[in-house]
């Protein structure tokens, strides 16, 4: 028959000194018949001692030397499958364990060799869990061991939390070392207590000599007050957490960037315990973001030091940057500028907006011209020089655009081409004007016969003959065409005296004054605007009378049903003065605007203006551009037409 090895179970031993007989020897066995005299006498059955033996949860049994179960609560029968009565008198290794002998770790065998008080925690199948074990000797009147009581407490419950929590512990553990991230416990005087793998690859420190520092002692210097500032805030409760970007100094002595996030983990009561920090090493990330900002910064001194404005544009025509330039040429600033319509800033948006267009269609526009406006108002004439910048994927995504400023360029275009006009228009009237001097001189002295042999035949008829009215009239033709012979003599005849100051106000007063009958005629008042009287130009005696008349008499006869003409001058500017004649007539047509100051060319949209030459506009432009200054008008069918003369104010 084969002996069944004892059950093995994992049990933690207390035990005490093993008790000694007077010899030193162990106590002896007394006899059979003895012990169990002795037991019925030491353990009555009923009455009171076996309610109460009944009544206690734990497992208790009373086991003899032999292992027998000598009697078994109430408790330790219904777990065993059994009544009281079946257990008695059983070996209890055979019950309780399932094995032919005592196992190794029997408490009470170990009571049986030292007659010592012993326990154990073992996990018995058995009985159905884990179990906290004692065994405490009896012994009869003379001191002899005779067995011992055995009583077995369940702590299922206790151990299985123990295990959970245990294992809980290691997963905590585990996942606290193997975080990819920088963690740390830090208590609340700010010391590691415990710092996982990745913060030492952080900081270079090995964990021994982390944990024997405080998170100030590897901080940058820069960095800490700031920080403990913020933990402190934590600890109080004030904040619940925080984060930050912040230095450590490696061991190494380099610099290491992490992003740091602290929160306070507290008891089950509330109670602080400590910091639970991480940190994620952002250096590479830093060392971008430091080259970018290296890179923006060189990047936008580049745009910056452009004299042209730059500007770059979305797909949705809104502005994202600009350069110094630009806000000096909108009189807008940066932050004004982005975010805002490009189209918005130039005289034609439409055309802007066309241009921008163009650009994310075709890649790019060349010499694109605008005209850029101000805030106040002010124009400057731009040439756009465009392309696209796409994304990593090549989708265009906005317009570099630079604005080359040609305003002088066009001034000096717009001067060139007026030079050039005025030299061909001064060319012409020079022939014309020699060829109606030579006409009007050949002319001239017939003329004169005429006229004095006409005064002879005119004192020759008397006052009161019927035929008196013609004979004025004939010298009144006589005189109108003398007048035009003057005038086509004076378009190219030279200056007879050289030019000085002409006081302004004066000159035109005498002006209006000449031209009170002719306004009567034509019930047109003139309307002097104010001129001070120290205000003076520059042109010979008797010019600026010639150039305000010619003027003056063209504006009265603008009107067909009488009108007001007005008179400016304009003394604003330190180098000339501007005389401005204004009508509310009929306007010069479009067509001939061109052509107005040639010779012989007459609007003729009145009858009183075709009965002249044409010649009064030349002779004031011939006049104006002999001193140096210029003469411009606009003029719309039915609302007027205005001419400003500019004449230098002193001697250049």
């Not at 933690?12 to 000194?17: A, L, V």
């Not at 004979?471 to 005189?479: S, Y």
């Amino acid at each position: 028959m084969t002996t069944k090895k004892p059950r093995e179970a994992t049990s933690e031993r207390h035990s005490t000194p093993t008790a000694k007989s007077d010899d030193g020897q162990p106590p002896t066995e007394p006899s059979a018949g003895w012990r169990l005299s002795a037991e019925s006498a030491a353990f009555p059955e009923g009455g009171l001692w076996e309610r109460t033996f009944d009544a206690v949860p734990e497992l208790i049994a009373i086991i003899d030397t032999q292992h027998r179960i000598l009697r078994a609560n109430k408790a330790m029968a219904e777990r065993l499958g059994l009544t009281k009565e079946q257990c008695a008198g059983k070996a209890c290794y055979s019950f309780v364990h399932g094995a032919d002998e005592p196992p190794a770790m029997c408490p009470h065998s170990q009571l049986l060799k030292d007659g010592q008080e012993h326990a154990a925690d073992i996990c018995e199948k058995g009985l159905g869990g884990h179990f906290h074990v004692s065994v405490s000797p009896i012994r009869d009147s003379a001191g002899n061991l005779i067995g011992s009581v055995h009583i077995a407490r369940d702590i299922t419950e206790h151990k299985q939390a123990q295990e959970a929590l245990l294992e809980s512990e290691e997963r905590f553990r585990l996942t606290f070392d193997q975080l990819p991230i920088g963690a740390a416990m830090v208590s609340l005087d700010f010391r590691y207590l415990r710092v996982n793998e990745a913060l030492c690859r952080i900081t270079g420190y090995p964990r021994e000599e982390l944990t024997n520092l405080g998170f100030p002692d590897i901080t940058h210097p820069d960095d800490v007050a700031g920080d403990l500032e913020r933990a402190q805030r934590v600890v109080t409760g004030e904040i619940d957490h925080y984060e930050m970007d912040k230095r450590y100094i490696r061991k190494d002595g380099e610099i290491a960037w992490i992003h740091l996030v602290v929160r306070l983990i507290r008891s089950a009561a509330g109670q602080p315990l400590y910091c639970l920090p991480t940190m994620r090493d952002i250096t590479e990330r830093k060392r971008i973001e430091d080259a970018l900002k290296l890179a923006n910064a060189y990047n936008r001194s580049l745009i910056e030091v452009s004299l042209d404005p730059l500007v770059t544009i979305g797909p949705d025509g809104k502005i994202t940057d600009v350069n110094v330039a630009t806000e000096e040429a909108t009189g807008r600033s940066r932050k004004e500028l982005i975010g805002t319509d490009f189209c918005s800033y130039f005289t034609d948006p439409e055309k802007a907006r066309a241009g921008y267009q163009r650009v994310f269609r075709d890649g790019f526009v060349r010499d694109y011209a605008l005209e850029l406006r101000h805030r106040d108002e002010k124009v400057t004439f731009v040439l756009y020089n465009a392309s696209v910048y796409r994304d990593d994927n090549g989708k265009a995504i906005g317009v570099f655009a630079a604005a080359r400023d040609i305003t002088d360029r066009k001034r000096a275009e717009e001067s060139l081409r007026r030079s050039e006009k005025m030299q061909a228009e001064a060319e012409k009237l020079a022939a014309t004007g020699r060829m109606a001097a030579q006409v009007a001189h050949e002319i001239n002295n017939p003329l004169a016969g005429i006229k004095n042999s006409f005064r002879l035949i005119r004192d020759a008829v008397p006052k009161d003959h019927p035929d008196r009215d013609m004979v004025e009239r004939i010298e009144r033709e006589i005189d109108r065409i003398a007048h035009i012979v003057r005038q086509m003599y004076e378009l190219h005849s030279p200056r007879a005296h050289a030019p000085r100051s002409i006081a302004v106000g004066q000159t035109i007063g005498d002006v209006i004054a000449m031209l009170e009958p002719l306004c009567r005629e034509h019930e047109v008042a003139i309307e002097l605007g104010p001129v001070p009287a120290e205000l003076m130009a520059w042109l010979p005696e008797g010019s600026l009378q010639q150039i305000v008349y010619n003027l003056t008499v063209n504006a009265i006869q603008a009107y067909t049903h009488g009108g007001i003409v007005n008179i400016y001058v304009d003394d604003t500017d330190t180098e000339y003065v501007v005389i401005s004649v204004r009508d509310r007539g009929c306007g010069i047509p479009l067509e001939l605007q061109d052509r107005v100051f040639e010779p012989f060319v007459s609007a003729e949209h009145t009858e009183a203006t075709k009965q002249g030459l044409g010649l009064g506009l030349s002779i004031v432009k011939s006049i104006v551009g002999s001193v140096g200054g210029m003469i411009e008008f606009e003029s719309n069918i039915n609302e007027g037409t205005c001419f400003h003369v500019y004449l230098r104010s002193k001697q250049p």
